[in-house]
């Protein structure tokens, strides 16, 4: 079953601990990114990967920082997170080319206190 | 700028009526537009892809439309079950300068409520 994994699906953190968001997707898609999804704001791209090695800033990057060490996993770092972070974190894949279905994960609620 | 706006911002419609959910959109050079599903808490489903060549995609009582001149998008969907309650979101794709990716720009949703 084509799956993008995200985990933990729930976790309430302090400012400051850092934290990682894993993803893992089973299509051999070339394309990954992360979404942050708030009230009223809909979903915002933080950092998106063409391919492995490949990384770039969407349009919140600020206090993320992502890796591509492999084509399946997609990591969001959380490096000091603070109380504005707190969100709904989505992962998405797709296959190379703008026209292809993006696949999300389940989301990852996140509370940092 | 490009922009996505969706309207209107909720709905509320008995069972087993018609609806219909519009999109429209500032996005240049347009590649394609999506609309996807979202059950509360949960991660977006595709519903439909169109292309600039494309006027219309069904997926079950699902329609989505589009008009490329007056950039502008709707959903329909027929005879509404309790399980359609979720939100609708349009998503946009632009295509960059000379890239292949293309930019996605997302609408912030119309939150739909079918009630028995």
């Known amino acids: 079953e084509a799956q993008v994994t995200q985990n933990p699906r729930y976790l309430i953190t302090v400012t400051g601990k850092k934290l990682t968001v894993t993803c893992s997707q089973n299509?051999?898609?070339?394309?990954m990114s992360w979404y942050r999804q708030d009230p009223g704001l809909g979903l915002r791209q933080i950092y998106y990967?063409?391919?492995?090695?490949?990384?770039d800033k969407g349009d919140v990057p600020e206090g993320y920082k992502v890796s591509r060490k492999e084509k399946r996993n997609f990591p969001l770092i959380l490096e000091s997170p603070s109380p504005n972070q707190t969100s709904l974190y989505f992962c998405?894949?797709?296959?190379?080319?703008?026209?292809?279905?993006?696949?999300f994960g389940e989301g990852s609620w996140l509370t940092v206190v | 700028k490009n922009q996505v706006e969706q309207s209107p911002q909720s709905l509320i419609i008995l069972e087993g009526k018609n609806c219909t959910l519009q999109?429209?959109?500032?996005?240049?050079?347009?590649?394609?537009l999506r609309w996807y599903k979202q059950d509360t808490g949960r991660g977006p489903v595709s519903l439909t892809i169109?292309?600039?060549?494309?006027n219309t995609k069904s997926n079950g009582r699902y329609t989505a439309t589009l008009d490329a001149d007056t950039k502008q998008s709707s959903l329909h969907i027929t005879a509404s079950q309790l399980s359609d309650s979720a939100s609708y979101i349009c998503?946009?794709?632009?295509?960059?300068?000379?890239?292949?990716?293309?930019?996605?720009?997302f609408g912030k949703g119309t939150k739909l409520s079918v009630k028995p």
């Open positions: 998405a894949s797709r296959k190379q080319g703008a026209g292809n279905t993006i696949y």
């Open positions: 299509m051999n898609h070339e394309y």
């Open positions: 169109m292309t600039f060549s494309e």
């Open positions: 999109c429209n959109y500032t996005v240049s050079p347009f590649s394609n």
């Open positions: 990967s063409m391919n492995v090695e490949v990384t």
């Open positions: 998503v946009v794709s632009a295509k960059p300068d000379g890239g292949s990716q293309g930019n996605l720009i």
